[in-house]
């Protein structure tokens, strides 16, 4: 999810185990892109999804808010956890 966020790209998110669901919550408030759920996962919801971030202007301006913030960051948050 980082990588996408950094380089503003709207996503479409599958979450399934550990730390998924909460980025993806994340994801969906900072409005860079939408969640299906294990249990909903279909063909139509999964072109669906795309479509709806590819077509719709506001995932990309959100995700490309987020790269700007990121990318506005003195150090790379491994750099920070690091001590670097």
């Not at 730390?19 to 969906?28: G, H, V």
Request: without cysteine.
């Amino acid at each position: 999810m980082y990588q996408a966020a950094y380089h503003g790209v709207p996503v479409v998110a599958l979450p399934f185990q550990e730390f998924q669901p909460e980025n993806a919550a994340k994801m969906i408030a900072r409005g860079m892109g939408v969640k299906i759920s294990k249990e909903d996962i279909t063909t139509s919801a999964f072109r669906e999804a795309i479509h709806k971030v590819l077509t719709d202007p506001s995932y990309a301006a959100a995700a490309a808010r987020v790269s700007r913030k990121l990318r506005a960051r003195k150090r790379m948050p491994v750099q920070e956890a690091a001590g670097m």
